[in-house]
């Protein structure tokens, strides 16, 4: 079946520093692939997509790129600020109603 | 425009007790969704309404019925509350499935004690 697997939290940083959130998945087909986030007390939003091989999804400064080869969605932002501290799920979903979600990471971003 | 809502934000029950979860998109999405949201386990997927009429079992769906009363409307039933629920349940709706973007609601934190 379909998976998501995604590095563990915390992750504490300082602003402006760089963020990388690795996220690798399994899937039988060609999955889309999101990247949602969830701020304190609220529910997800999503931040970015991509629908296949290559392609690269982006907002708010944040970037991942569909990488077939590797099975892989990695989140980077360049240059973090506090108002970015929250949890980051990777999510697939395999062309059915099912999002599937990695476990989240959460990210604390310190002044 | 609200989005998707959820009532109510908290409650707390006794083993035992019944509750409803209500949930309303006005996206005039086709699929709707109730998740749990458990710390270090992501969320998984309860029930789905792929469009009105129709739901469909989730990964975890023991202990818990819907109804798709309409377009706009998905509930979420615990007919005989059990510790083992307590957890934040997420209603999230779409256009469709296949890829299109869930959008969700701002959670109900539910305790069974």
């Known amino acids: 079946g379909n998976s998501v697997t995604q590095m563990e939290g915390p992750v504490t940083l300082s602003e402006e520093a760089f963020l990388t959130i690795n996220c690798t998945y399994t899937?039988?087909?060609?999955?889309?692939l999101f990247w949602y986030v969830q701020y304190p007390g609220e529910g997800l939003q999503l931040l970015l997509k991509?629908?296949?091989?290559?392609d690269k999804g982006s907002n708010k400064g944040f970037e991942a790129t569909y990488r077939k080869e590797t099975t892989s969605f990695h989140l980077e932002k360049g240059s973090v600020q506090v108002s970015d501290s929250a949890v980051y799920f990777c999510?697939?979903?395999?062309?059915?109603?099912?999002?599937?979600f990695g476990a989240g990471t959460t990210v604390t971003v310190r002044a | 425009n609200a989005g998707v809502t959820q009532t109510p934000k908290f409650q707390v029950l006794k083993t035992g007790q019944s509750m409803t979860l209500q949930c309303a998109q006005d996206m005039n999405h086709n699929s709707m969704y109730w998740y749990r949201q458990d710390p270090g386990m992501g969320l998984r997927l309860i029930y789905y309404?792929?469009?009105?009429?129709?739901?469909d079992k989730g990964e975890v769906p023991n202990g818990y019925n819907v109804s798709r009363l309409n377009k706009r409307e998905f509930s979420l039933r615990l007919e005989s509350a059990a510790p083992s629920q307590t957890s934040v349940y997420f209603c999230?709706?779409?256009?469709?499935?296949?890829?299109?973007?869930?959008?969700f609601g701002p959670g109900t934190r539910l305790t069974v004690t």
């Open positions: 999510a697939l979903s395999d062309n059915d109603y099912k999002l599937s």
């Open positions: 309404s792929a469009s009105e009429g129709t739901t």
């Open positions: 899937a039988t087909g060609y999955p889309s």
């Open positions: 999230a709706s779409s256009i469709t499935g296949g890829g299109y973007e869930q959008y």
């Open positions: 991509a629908t296949k091989a290559d």
